[in-house]
């Protein structure tokens, strides 16, 4: 991905799923106009899910994500059927494809689960070029799924127009209106941002989150200047006027907090992506329960990148120092990174994600209302800094 490029975790995620050679691949291929999923008649081609990066007109920026059969039901199928399970949970769309020759209850199954998550369904019936009753076949898949499906074939590409005017109507209504500052921020802001030379990015670079708020604060025709935390009352210093926002790495909350001007609204990157990625209220309200944690409470630090552990890493050694040193060396923290995610979260008092500006907004809120139906409560990484350093009733959310 090239610095032009939207990046994935703000694209439209659209899932295609259906049994092993319904034509989940020529689907895709046939959507993007080349080779991007290989097809073969050998069933279970596809194994681990692909994600594919374009551009569609009318969707702007999405990722195609060609999954593997949900009918392949041996040992190595069934672990592929888990990963395939897994992408639901970045889905914003499903296609579901279905083939005339086959019956219809895994693909009905699978419909079910969408609708439980509330992800929008296209339901599509391939291989209309191999059949003559292809309309008896469409009126047998209304009748059990309750979908009118869009007869296509992909090898042929005929009516792939009809799948892209659904995926247009179906997109959440939230896409491309959210947006990293919110309403903190307006046109001509004095914006000071806080920036540690942080060790996950490689000499020369910014880290995404950083890239992608000071893109947008160009955006919104605001005025901005970057210091690094050392520098950070000579930079006030400089300037002919005191910011209107001051945005942090949350590591340094505190200190900033300590040094900047009164009038200054104050928040972090990691609060902002809170807001951009998650739900910013149910983390905030989250965040009262650090109060009561102990010795013996048990805690899951999640992170959405997938890099080797660094030294002073904010989710594998800062925070858990933070949470060790206000509450004691007993406290269980328990790491995950990237895609993992425990399959039993109830076993824990509190959840801290982090950013997840790797992650789409339908991923996390996926992990969100699975921490609501387990009744655990889940916070955020800036949020939990700003509640133990004892300032998050004193910055800005959104």
Same mark, same amino acid.
Request: proline share 5%.
């Given at each position: 991905?090239?610095?032009?490029?939207?990046?994935?975790?703000?694209?439209?995620?659209?899932?295609?799923?259906?049994?092993?050679?319904?034509?989940?691949?020529?689907?895709?291929?046939?959507?993007?106009?080349?080779?991007?999923?290989?097809?073969?008649?050998?069933?279970?081609?596809?194994?681990?899910?692909?994600?594919?990066?374009?551009?569609?007109?009318?969707?702007?920026?999405?990722?195609?994500?060609?999954?593997?059969?949900?009918?392949?039901?041996?040992?190595?199928g069934?672990?592929?059927?888990?990963?395939?399970?897994?992408?639901m949970?970045?889905?914003?769309? +499903?296609?579901?494809?279905?083939?005339?020759?086959?019956?219809?209850?895994?693909?009905?199954?699978?419909?079910?689960?969408?609708?439980?998550?509330?992800?929008?369904?296209?339901?599509?019936?391939?291989?209309?070029?191999?059949?003559?009753?292809?309309?008896?076949?469409?009126?047998?898949?209304?009748?059990?799924?309750?979908?009118?499906?869009?007869?296509?074939?992909?090898?042929?590409k005929?009516?792939?127009?009809?799948i892209?005017?659904?995926?247009?109507?179906?997109?959440?209504?939230?896409?491309?209106?959210?947006t990293?500052?919110?309403?903190?921020?307006?046109?001509?802001?004095?914006?000071?941002?806080?920036?540690? $030379?942080?060790?996950? +990015?490689?000499k020369?670079?910014?880290?995404?989150p $950083?890239?992608?708020?000071?893109?947008?604060?160009?955006?919104?025709?605001?005025?901005?200047?970057?210091?690094?935390?050392?520098?950070?009352?000579?930079?006030?210093?400089?300037?002919?006027?005191?910011?209107?926002?001051?945005?942090?790495?949350?590591?340094?909350?505190?200190?900033?907090?300590?040094?900047?001007?009164?009038?200054?609204?104050?928040?972090?990157?990691?609060?902002?992506?809170? +807001?951009?990625?998650?739900?910013?209220?149910?983390?905030?309200?989250?965040?009262?329960?650090l109060?009561?944690?102990?010795?013996?409470?048990?805690?899951?630090?999640?992170?959405a990148?997938?890099?080797?552990?660094?030294?002073?890493?904010?989710?594998?050694?800062?925070?858990?120092?933070?949470?060790?040193?206000?509450?004691?060396?007993?406290?269980?923290?328990?790491?995950?990174?990237?895609?993992?995610?425990?399959?039993?979260?109830?076993?824990?008092?509190?959840?801290?994600?982090?950013? +997840?500006?790797m992650?789409?907004?339908?991923?996390?809120?996926?992990?969100?209302?699975?921490?609501?139906?387990?009744?655990?409560?889940?916070?955020?990484?800036?949020?939990?800094?700003?509640y133990?350093?004892g300032?998050?009733?004193?910055?800005?959310?959104?």
């Amino acid at each position: 991905m090239s610095l032009n490029d939207t990046p994935r975790a703000d694209r439209l995620h659209i899932g295609i799923y259906g049994k092993r050679n319904s034509g989940k691949s020529s689907l895709i291929n046939a959507l993007t106009g080349h080779e991007t999923s290989i097809v073969s008649p050998v069933a279970g081609t596809t194994t681990d899910p692909v994600y594919k990066s374009m551009e569609i007109y009318g969707l702007g920026p999405c990722v195609l994500i060609d999954t593997a059969g949900f009918d392949d039901m041996n040992r190595v199928g069934k672990k592929r059927v888990e990963k395939t399970r897994e992408a639901m949970e970045k889905t914003d769309i +499903a296609i579901v494809v279905f083939d005339p020759r086959e019956p219809v209850d895994e693909e009905k199954e699978w419909i079910n689960a969408f609708n439980e998550k509330n992800i929008p369904v296209i339901a599509v019936l391939n291989k209309s070029d191999t059949m003559d009753n292809m309309k008896d076949v469409s009126a047998h898949i209304y009748n059990e799924v309750n979908i009118l499906p869009i007869e296509i074939s992909a090898k042929y590409k005929k009516s792939i127009d009809k799948i892209i005017s659904e995926l247009i109507k179906n997109m959440p209504d939230d896409y491309d209106v959210q947006t990293i500052t919110g309403g903190i921020v307006r046109d001509g802001d004095m914006v000071l941002l806080v920036m540690p $030379q942080d060790i996950q +990015a490689p000499k020369g670079r910014l880290i995404l989150p $950083q890239v992608q708020t000071i893109r947008e604060l160009l955006d919104k025709r605001c005025i901005v200047t970057s210091v690094t935390a050392d520098k950070l009352e000579e930079g006030l210093r400089a300037l002919n006027r005191s910011p209107d926002v001051i945005i942090t790495d949350s590591q340094v909350f505190k200190s900033v907090y300590e040094k900047k001007p009164r009038e200054s609204k104050l928040t972090s990157f990691s609060v902002l992506f809170a +807001a951009y990625k998650g739900d910013i209220d149910y983390y905030t309200k989250s965040a009262e329960v650090l109060g009561s944690l102990n010795d013996n409470s048990r805690v899951l630090i999640a992170e959405a990148c997938t890099h080797a552990p660094l030294q002073e890493d904010i989710g594998r050694e800062k925070l858990p120092r933070m949470l060790r040193k206000r509450f004691g060396e007993g406290i269980e923290i328990d790491i995950v990174s990237g895609p993992d995610f425990p399959e039993d979260i109830s076993v824990y008092d509190i959840i801290i994600q982090c950013g +997840a500006c790797m992650f789409n907004r339908r991923h996390v809120m996926s992990r969100i209302e699975r921490a609501v139906r387990s009744n655990v409560p889940m916070t955020n990484y800036g949020v939990a800094i700003a509640y133990l350093s004892g300032i998050l009733d004193k910055i800005s959310l959104t």
